[in-house]
C-alpha cells in the first residue's frame, strides 16, 4: 500500500513572497503544502512595533494571499498564540511537517521560535527552518570564514518557484485592523507601496533609472528618498530576497560599460551595504541580548534612566535645533530615513541628551516602517558608542544641516514655525536676538542642550571607559565575536589605510562637531 505524504505546513513570518524561497521550494518536493501566517497579538503589542509596520505587514500578506490563490491554494490565516495556533492546526489536519526561515527577531519572536521548538520536540513533529539571508545560526560560526560564506549563499541560484500541491486548512478569513491588534492610531504616516510587485518595481527603477549617483546624493534628506535604493521594507518583509537583489546588482552590474563610472561606483557602494545588511544581523544572531545590553558590558548602565521630557521633544521634533527636528518629523511622516538621519538622530538622543539607546532605539524602531530588528539595535548602539569597537561619532546637527541642506529647503519642509526666518539664521537660530526671534519663530523652542558643551562632557565619559586595559581587551572580545574581517591581503592595505583615516576623520568630526 502506498501511503500519502503528511501535508507540509510552510509558515510564513519575514519571507513574504513565493520566489527564492527555501522552505517552500523544499516542502513542496515532500508532499502538499499548507501555507500558513500566524498573527500573534502579543507581538504586536511589544513597545518596538507599530501600525504602520502592521499597515506593511498586512499589505504584503493579503498580496501573498493572492499569488497563492492565483495559483489554486489558499493562505491559512490563524490568529492567536504560536505554539496554540500550531496545536489547534494539528487538530484540524492531522499530523504534519513544518517548515519556516531562520529568523532573527526581537526578544517577542527568539522566545517564542524556542516554544515552538519545544512544542515541535514534544509532539513529534519534524520542524525545519532554513537560512533566507547570509546570516549563519548555530555554534559553526567563524567571524574569519563568514564573509565568504555569505558571496557562497549569495551565488546559488535563484530558486524558481516550484510545482505546488495546495492544502487549504481552516483559518480566518479577514485581517484584523491596527486597532484590533492595540496598535496606537498611526494615520500620520503616509502608506508605503508593498507586496511582490512594489519590491520588483523599486529594485529595477533603482538599479535602471534612480541608482546613478547613490554614492553622492545617498546621505542628504533632499536627494536621498530618490537615491537611495528603498528596498529596505521589501527586504524586512521578504517580499524579495537579499539573493534576488544580489544577482540582479551582479548582473547590472557586468552588463555597464567601462565609461559608466557613476553607475559602477554606485553598485559597488550598494552591494557593500548589501553584505552590511547580514553583517549586522549576524550581530543580532550570535548575541540576543544586544537588544536590551551593550556589546562591551562595561557601558551597561552608563546612561541610566531615560528622562521622558527629554526624549518626547526629541520624538515630536523639537529640539530647537531645526535639521534634526526636521529629519525627525520627516521620519514620523514616511516611515523612512536615511541612514546618515538615522545616525544623527540616535547620536544625538545619547550623547547630546544623554539617553539610553534602548528607549531611543524604541521610538526609531516604532517610527521605521522597515524595521529590521537585527540592522536596528546593533545600530543603535553602535551610534551610542556602546559596541567598544566603533568609533565614536558625535554627529553636529548643525554641521549636517549646512552639510546637506544649504539652502534649508527641508528645513523649511517639514518645520513650517521656522517659515517666516531668513536662510541666513534658520541653521543657526543663535545668531538672532530674542525680538528677532520673538517676531520670526514665537512657537519654536530654543534649543534643549548646547551640543557644544553636551557632546564635549560625552565624548570624556565615554573616553573615560574606553581608555582602560580592560576596556581594550573586552573590545578584543567584541571584535572577534562581531568585528568584520577583510578579505585579502590588498584588502588588508586598504583596511591599514582605512583605520589611519579614520583615526584622522575621527579627530575631524570630533573638532567639527564641536
Ligand atoms: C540607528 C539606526 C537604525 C537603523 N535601523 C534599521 C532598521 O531597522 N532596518 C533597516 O533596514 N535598516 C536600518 N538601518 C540601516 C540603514 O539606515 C537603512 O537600511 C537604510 O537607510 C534603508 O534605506 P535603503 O533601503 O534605501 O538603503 P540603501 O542605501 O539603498 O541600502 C540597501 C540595503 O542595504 C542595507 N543597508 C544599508 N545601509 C545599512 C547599514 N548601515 N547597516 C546595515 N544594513 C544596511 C539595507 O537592507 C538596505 O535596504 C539603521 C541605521 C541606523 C543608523
Not at 263 to 273: E, G, P, T, V
Not at 325 to 353: C, V
Not at 468 to 488: L, N, P, Y
Request: proline share 6%.
Amino acid at each position: 500500500m502506498i501511503s500519502c505524504p503528511i501535508p507540509q505546513v510552510v509558515w510564513f513570518k519575514r519571507d513574504l513572497r513565493l520566489e527564492d524561497h527555501a522552505a517552500l521550494y523544499q516542502a513542496a518536493l515532500a508532499g502538499p503544502v499548507v501555507a500558513l501566517v500566524i498573527v500573534e497579538p502579543a507581538y504586536w503589542q511589544g513597545a518596538d512595533t507599530s501600525a504602520r509596520q502592521w499597515r506593511f505587514w498586512r499589505a504584503c500578506l493579503t498580496d501573498l494571499a493572492k499569488a497563492i490563490a492565483r495559483r489554486g491554494g489558499r493562505l491559512c490565516l490563524r490568529i492567536g498564540d504560536a505554539v496554540a495556533e500550531l496545536e489547534a492546526l494539528r487538530r484540524d489536519i492531522g499530523p504534519f511537517a513544518l517548515w519556516a526561515h531562520e529568523e532573527t527577531g526581537n526578544g517577542f519572536t527568539f522566545a517564542r521560535d524556542r516554544a515552538v521548538r519545544g512544542w515541535a520536540r514534544m509532539r513529534g513533529v519534524a520542524f525545519v527552518e532554513l537560512r533566507q539571508f547570509g546570516v549563519i545560526r548555530g555554534r559553526g560560526l567563524n567571524r574569519d570564514h563568514w564573509a565568504a560564506a555569505w558571496d557562497a549563499m549569495m551565488e546559488q541560484p535563484v530558486l524558481p518557484i516550484p510545482p505546488i500541491v495546495w492544502q487549504s486548512a481552516p483559518g480566518h478569513d479577514v485581517l484584523p485592523g491596527a486597532a484590533a491588534l492595540g496598535l496606537a492610531p498611526d494615520d500620520a504616516c503616509a502608506s508605503a507601496a508593498a507586496g511582490r510587485g512594489a519590491a520588483l518595481a523599486t529594485l529595477e527603477s533603482f538599479l535602471f533609472r534612480r541608482g546613478e549617483h547613490y554614492t553622492r546624493a545617498m546621505s542628504s534628506p533632499l536627494s536621498a528618498p530618490d537615491a537611495c535604493s528603498r528596498l529596505s521594507w521589501h527586504l524586512a518583509y521578504g517580499s524579495i530576497s537579499m539573493r534576488e537583489v544580489w544577482h540582479a546588482t551582479r548582473e547590472r552590474y557586468a552588463a555597464l560599460p567601462k565609461e559608466a563610472r557613476h553607475w559602477r561606483q554606485a553598485l559597488r557602494s550598494f552591494m557593500a551595504r548589501l553584505h552590511w545588511h547580514c553583517h549586522f544581523i549576524q550581530k543580532l544572531e550570535s548575541e540576543p541580548e544586544a537588544e536590551f545590553r551593550p556589546f562591551a558590558r562595561r557601558y551597561e548602565g552608563l546612561r541610566r534612566t531615560a528622562d521622558p521630557s527629554r526624549l518626547a521633544a526629541w520624538a515630536q521634533g523639537r529640539t530647537g535645533y531645526p535639521f534634526l527636528d526636521a529629519a525627525m518629523r520627516a521620519l514620523q511622516a514616511t516611515g523612512w530615513a536615511t541612514f546618515r538621519m538615522r545616525a544623527m538622530l540616535m547620536s544625538f538622543a545619547a550623547y547630546d541628551l544623554w539617553q539610553p539607546w534602548q528607549e531611543a532605539g524604541l521610538v526609531l524602531a516604532r517610527a521605521f516602517i522597515d524595521y529590521e530588528p537585527g540592522i536596528h539595535w546593533p545600530q543603535c548602539q553602535m551610534q551610542a558608542g556602546e559596541t567598544g569597537i566603533n568609533t565614536v561619532r558625535i554627529y553636529s546637527p548643525v554641521k549636517q544641516g549646512f552639510d546637506q541642506d544649504p539652502q534649508g529647503r527641508f528645513i523649511r519642509a517639514w518645520i513650517p514655525e521656522l517659515s517666516q526666518v531668513p536662510v541666513a539664521w534658520l541653521h543657526a537660530l543663535d545668531r538672532m536676538d530674542r525680538d528677532q526671534r520673538r517676531a520670526l519663530c514665537p512657537d519654536y523652542p530654543p534649543p534643549i542642550v548646547d551640543h557644544a558643551a553636551a557632546a564635549r562632557s560625552a565624548h570624556q565619559a565615554i573616553a573615560a571607559l574606553r581608555g582602560t586595559a580592560e576596556a581594550r581587551a573586552e573590545a578584543d572580545r567584541v571584535q572577534r565575536r562581531h568585528g568584520s574581517r577583510k578579505r585579502s591581503t590588498t584588502r588588508k592595505r586598504e583596511g591599514k589605510i582605512a583605520a589611519v583615516r579614520d583615526r584622522g576623520n575621527e579627530r575631524a568630526q570630533m573638532q567639527l562637531d564641536l
